[in-house]
């Protein structure tokens, strides 16, 4: 009876940790796929599904490096394991959508994605979530595209 | 035993169906069946849901104004306003010292009473609270975005500022009446000279409709009565003010006998706009006042004072039609305008009835010059000309009313211990439920507006006895929750609070929750002392000054291995917190540091200061639990004796923090 009426009331409620109960039963089998795919092809989990790349523009990536300095830079070096991982040649190990996706959703992220869930059992910090914008977050990425550029 | 068990299982499954759904209407559906009777039910609030109403209840003594949510009465958070917290550094940091300075210096306590909600048109809107420091006359000015005290005003002329903290219709004026008359300006002379030379100041406090920014616009000079409580008019009234008056005897000692010698005291009826208007067209004198005004920004996470050095004056007796005295009374305590503006409920505490004074009928004696006389130039109405009627001995040592949205009164008695229920417009009494006990004031949410809810009615006790497991002599300060939604009161539940709660302003949850300021933007800080990334982390040396610009997130501090400070230094830790999510605070506090720790809001910057006193190596930590490694978010800071030729350094695993 009462188990009834817990479930009745989900169905019609909107609130946010209803809609991850929802995704939850659907992300079970993408997550175990993930196990087995290549990293190039993970997306991860988040709002981001697909991202174009062009050509390195330079003025997106130097306003991405300012971003980055003020929000991510306390716990990522670009050449240095710090409390997260060194994010050279991260845009060779990872897709753009996933470091989107990572930056944007960590917490979800952390908790359902494989690979973000092996980044946090080696690290143990987990990753904040900064409330980056998906244009800070893009500029970002460009930011990391054009350090692994100069290699 | 079954029948009991099946019992016990529809209660669960009523109580589930009456808590998931945030539409009241499920929860009506369940009051009016079997279960009408079940106070526990009407005030739960499952895990996870939010309460229906915030209620702002003052902290009396303590100086603070505390959250609650109604129905459930669960304590949200305290805001410091008049009174040093070291729990969230206010008053110990270098940010928010300045807002407990007064023309007297340093005052880190006061006596908060009475808080309103900002209105709009004539209800509440939901931007700020105010409340009044009794002692050394203040007036408060809270965010509801952010729960902080942003502004405190000191009152010249003033003392124990108690008819305050009220709002006009639109939040044009706060105002704030003096309890205590006093020499104007202050000076030396004898107290036995206290009749006819002390006076009592009545200040307009204007409110600037975009930031809130107080200024005292005009301060009306008024005979050396005791000015007790006020409200504005509201509709048909808005334009006036009523303050309620005692000791019109002007007796300067053993008032408890010699101020309740009259049988009348006034409500004073002041018409504000017309005073404005004087005022505006140059009307009234400068005087000499030192007092200050505090302002707190968000932008600089710092408050700054200033102290203020003159004040204008208004004589009462050069606006002519500007200020009335109605007869009422008994040493009128409570001074209440119900929500059409009509009817000003005047309760004499030494009276065995209430007074309720018709606007419409003061209007018309004033037209008609009915004047029973005058004081120190003011007209007298006669009381006969002004009253609406009269509630006939509703119980003992009335102080308070408040209003429903259904044209009912609830009026507190003080003696008699309750809260007795009547209709305006018939004067007769309908219902009376006992409180615990010795009742002070009420609220209802929106009961001090034009569109007060009929739902919920707080009570405020002054005295707990028997009520509560005892604790030693001081017991705890009590409020109590009541139905009034049926014809009937209903006592819901008894709650402890914090300090004396004596008074509440309520209001709808969603009239503020959305709005809840989240976090602070670091792009947006502009601290003096700001570190916005790890990278403009440092230490200076200025002389025997060292500033350290610090950085924190989850889970260390930046620099956290600190050299080649010394005894006798200065240490200023300017900590700013990097976070950007919801929720994410940190804190920090020193070993030896003479003040409180901090707690640092996501994108804050606060300062504490730390004069180390003896050679070593001293830690530092995160003292508010921020992560699964909160334990190791610690530091240290070498201190060499002075003179000595260590030279500052600052890391953070072994390399400069402002390395590229
Ligand atoms: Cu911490």
Same mark, same amino acid.
């Given at each position: 009876?009462?188990?009834?009426?817990?479930?009745?009331?989900?169905?019609?409620s909107?609130?946010?940790?209803?809609?991850?109960?929802?995704?939850?039963?659907?992300?079970?089998?993408?997550?175990?796929?993930?196990?087995?795919?290549?990293?190039?092809?993970?997306?991860?989990?988040?709002?981001?599904?697909?991202?174009?790349?062009?050509?390195?523009?330079?003025?997106?990536?130097?306003?991405?490096?300012?971003?980055?300095?003020?929000?991510?830079?306390?716990?990522?070096?670009?050449?240095?394991?710090f409390?997260?991982?060194?994010?050279l040649?991260?845009?060779?190990?990872?897709?753009?959508?996933?470091?989107?996706?990572m930056?944007?959703?960590?917490?979800?992220?952390?908790?359902?994605?494989?690979?973000?869930?092996?980044?946090?059992?080696?690290?143990?910090?987990?990753?904040?979530?900064?409330?980056?914008?998906?244009?800070?977050?893009?500029?970002?990425?460009?930011?990391?595209?054009?350090?692994?550029?100069?290699? | 035993?079954?029948?009991?068990?099946?019992?016990?299982?529809?209660l669960?499954?009523?109580?589930?169906?009456?808590?998931?759904?945030?539409?009241?209407?499920?929860?009506?559906?369940?009051?009016?069946?079997?279960?009408?009777?079940?106070?526990?039910?009407?005030? +739960?609030?499952?895990?996870?849901?939010?309460?229906?109403?915030?209620?702002?209840?003052?902290?009396?003594?303590?100086?603070?104004?505390?959250?609650?949510?109604?129905?459930?009465?669960?304590?949200?958070?305290?805001?410091?306003?008049?009174?040093?917290?070291?729990?969230?550094?206010?008053?110990?940091?270098?940010?928010?010292?300045?807002?407990?300075?007064?023309?007297?210096?340093?005052?880190?306590?006061?006596?908060?009473?009475?808080?309103?909600?900002?209105?709009?048109?004539?209800?509440?809107?939901?931007?700020?609270?105010?409340?009044?420091?009794?002692?050394?006359?203040?007036?408060?000015?809270?965010?509801?975005s952010?729960?902080?005290?942003?502004?405190?005003?000191?009152?010249?002329?003033?003392?124990?500022?108690?008819?305050?903290?009220?709002?006009?219709?639109?939040?044009? +004026?706060?105002?704030?009446?003096?309890?205590? *008359?006093?020499?104007?300006?202050?000076?030396?002379?004898?107290?036995?000279?206290?009749?006819?030379?002390?006076?009592?100041a009545?200040?307009?406090?204007?409110?600037?409709?975009?930031?809130?920014?107080?200024?005292?616009?005009?301060?009306?000079?008024?005979?050396?009565?005791?000015?007790?409580?006020?409200?504005?008019?509201?509709?048909?009234?808005h334009?006036?003010?009523?303050?309620?008056?005692?000791?019109?005897?002007?007796?300067?000692?053993?008032?408890?006998?010699?101020?309740?010698?009259?049988d009348?005291?006034?409500?004073?009826?002041?018409?504000?706009?017309?005073?404005?208007?004087?005022?505006?067209?140059?009307?009234?004198?400068?005087?000499?006042?030192?007092?200050?005004?505090?302002? +707190?920004?968000?932008?600089?996470?710092?408050?700054?004072?200033?102290?203020?050095?003159?004040?204008?004056?208004?004589?009462?007796?050069?606006?002519?039609?500007?200020?009335?005295?109605?007869?009422?009374?008994?040493?009128?305590?409570?001074?209440?305008?119900?929500?059409?503006?009509?009817?000003?409920?005047?309760?004499?505490?030494?009276?065995?009835?209430?007074?309720?004074?018709?606007?419409?009928?003061?209007?018309?004696?004033?037209?008609?010059?009915?004047?029973?006389?005058?004081?120190?130039?003011?007209?007298?109405?006669?009381?006969?000309?002004?009253?609406?009627?009269?509630?006939?001995?509703?119980?003992?040592?009335?102080?308070?009313?408040?209003?429903?949205?259904?044209?009912?009164?609830?009026?507190?008695?003080?003696?008699s211990?309750?809260?007795?229920?009547?209709?305006?417009?018939?004067?007769e009494?309908i219902?009376?439920?006992?409180?615990?006990?010795?009742?002070?004031?009420?609220?209802?949410?929106?009961?001090?507006?034009?569109?007060?809810?009929?739902?919920?009615?707080?009570?405020?006790?002054?005295?707990?006895?028997?009520?509560?497991?005892?604790?030693?002599?001081?017991?705890?300060?009590?409020?109590?929750?009541?139905?009034?939604?049926?014809?009937?009161?209903?006592?819901?539940?008894?709650f402890?609070?914090?300090?004396?709660?004596?008074?509440?302003?309520?209001?709808?949850?969603?009239?503020?929750?959305?709005?809840?300021?989240?976090?602070?933007?670091?792009?947006?800080?502009?601290?003096?002392?700001?570190?916005?990334?790890?990278?403009?982390?440092?230490?200076?040396?200025?002389?025997?000054?060292?500033?350290?610009?610090?950085?924190?997130?989850?889970?260390?501090?930046?620099?956290?291995?600190?050299?080649?400070?010394?005894?006798?230094?200065?240490?200023?830790?300017?900590?700013?917190?990097l976070?950007?999510?919801?929720?994410?605070?940190?804190?920090?506090?020193?070993?030896?540091a003479?003040?409180?720790?901090?707690?640092?809001?996501?994108?804050?910057?606060?300062?504490?200061?730390?004069?180390?006193?003896?050679?070593?190596?001293?830690?530092?930590?995160?003292?508010?639990?921020? *992560?699964?490694?909160?334990?190791e978010?610690?530091?240290?800071?070498?201190?060499?004796?002075?003179?000595? *030729?260590?030279?500052?350094?600052?890391?953070?695993?072994?390399?400069?923090?402002?390395?590229?």
């Amino acid at each position: 009876m009462a188990i009834f009426a817990i479930y009745s009331c989900s169905s019609d409620s909107s609130s946010n940790s209803e809609n991850v109960e929802v995704e939850r039963v659907e992300s079970t089998p993408a997550e175990e796929t993930t196990a087995e795919v290549d990293p190039m092809q993970d997306k991860g989990i988040g709002p981001i599904s697909s991202v174009e790349l062009g050509e390195i523009d330079e003025t997106m990536a130097a306003e991405g490096k300012e971003t980055f300095k003020t929000l991510c830079s306390a716990c990522h070096k670009i050449e240095k394991r710090f409390v997260g991982p060194a994010l050279l040649g991260v845009t060779e190990r990872r897709t753009p959508e996933w470091i989107m996706n990572m930056i944007m959703n960590p917490e979800e992220m952390v908790e359902k994605n494989k690979l973000a869930k092996d980044l946090l059992a080696e690290y143990l910090s987990p990753m904040a979530n900064q409330n980056v914008s998906e244009e800070d977050a893009r500029k970002i990425l460009e930011y990391f595209r054009s350090e692994d550029n100069k290699q | 035993m079954k029948t009991i068990k099946n019992i016990i299982y529809t209660l669960v499954a009523v109580l589930v169906l009456a808590s998931c759904g945030n539409t009241s209407s499920k929860k009506k559906d369940s009051k009016s069946g079997a279960l009408s009777g079940n106070a526990a039910e009407k005030v +739960y609030v499952a895990p996870g849901e939010h309460d229906e109403y915030y209620a702002f209840v003052s902290g009396g003594f303590s100086g603070q104004l505390a959250v609650y949510g109604l129905p459930s009465a669960r304590l949200f958070k305290v805001i410091p306003v008049f009174s040093v917290d070291a729990e969230k550094a206010y008053g110990f940091n270098e940010e928010t010292k300045p807002m407990l300075n007064t023309s007297y210096g340093f005052v880190p306590w006061d006596d908060s009473h009475h808080p309103d909600i900002s209105q709009t048109n004539g209800e509440l809107d939901g931007r700020w609270v105010f409340i009044n420091g009794n002692n050394t006359p203040r007036i408060a000015r809270i965010s509801l975005s952010t729960f902080e005290t942003e502004e405190i005003i000191e009152v010249p002329n003033s003392a124990g500022n108690h008819s305050s903290s009220f709002v006009t219709e639109n939040t044009e +004026y706060v105002v704030a009446g003096t309890r205590f *008359s006093v020499p104007i300006p202050q000076k030396d002379m004898p107290i036995s000279e206290y009749k006819s030379n002390f006076k009592g100041a009545l200040s307009f406090i204007s409110v600037d409709q975009e930031t809130g920014h107080m200024g005292i616009k005009f301060q009306l000079i008024m005979p050396g009565f005791d000015y007790d409580l006020s409200h504005p008019g509201r509709g048909k009234s808005h334009g006036w003010f009523f303050f309620t008056t005692y000791n019109t005897e002007e007796a300067n000692s053993l008032l408890e006998v010699n101020a309740s010698q009259n049988d009348k005291d006034y409500i004073a009826a002041v018409n504000w706009k017309k005073i404005e208007e004087y005022v505006n067209n140059g009307g009234g004198k400068k005087m000499p006042a030192k007092y200050a005004h505090n302002v +707190y920004s968000d932008e600089t996470h710092t408050a700054t004072s200033t102290m203020m050095n003159e004040v204008l004056v208004v004589d009462p007796t050069e606006v002519p039609g500007a200020v009335y005295f109605l007869p009422t009374p008994k040493s009128p305590h409570g001074c209440d305008v119900d929500p059409s503006g009509e009817y000003i409920v005047g309760n004499g505490k030494l009276s065995a009835d209430l007074t309720v004074h018709s606007f419409t009928r003061m209007q018309e004696a004033i037209e008609g010059k009915k004047f029973a006389g005058e004081a120190y130039g003011i007209p007298i109405l006669n009381y006969e000309d002004v009253v609406a009627g009269v509630v006939k001995q509703p119980g003992l040592g009335p102080l308070h009313t408040e209003f429903d949205d259904k044209g009912n009164a609830y009026t507190t008695f003080f003696i008699s211990s309750e809260v007795v229920k009547w209709k305006l417009g018939t004067w007769e009494v309908i219902d009376r439920k006992p409180t615990y006990y010795s009742v002070g004031h009420l609220m209802i949410p929106g009961g001090n507006s034009r569109k007060p809810t009929g739902k919920y009615l707080v009570a405020m006790n002054k005295i707990t006895k028997d009520r509560y497991l005892p604790t030693g002599p001081e017991l705890t300060q009590s409020a109590q929750l009541y139905d009034i939604s049926g014809d009937k009161m209903e006592l819901l539940s008894d709650f402890p609070t914090v300090g004396e709660p004596h008074y509440a302003a309520g209001c709808p949850a969603d009239l503020i929750k959305d709005r809840s300021a989240k976090i602070f933007k670091l792009d947006e800080n502009k601290h003096k002392y700001a570190a916005t990334s790890e990278s403009e982390a440092k230490v200076v040396r200025e002389g025997n000054v060292v500033h350290i610009y610090m950085t924190m997130i989850r889970s260390h501090f930046a620099p956290d291995n600190i050299e080649g400070v010394q005894v006798g230094d200065k240490v200023y830790f300017h900590v700013t917190n990097l976070e950007q999510d919801f929720d994410v605070p940190h804190g920090i506090s020193m070993i030896g540091a003479n003040t409180s720790e901090l707690l640092i809001m996501p994108g804050q910057t606060e300062t504490f200061v730390w004069e180390p006193k003896q050679e070593g190596v001293w830690p530092f930590y995160c003292t508010d639990f921020c *992560s699964a490694l909160h334990q190791e978010m610690q530091g240290y800071v070498r201190v060499s004796a002075k003179g000595s *030729s260590v030279p500052i350094s600052y890391t953070l695993d072994g390399d400069p923090t402002d390395a590229e």
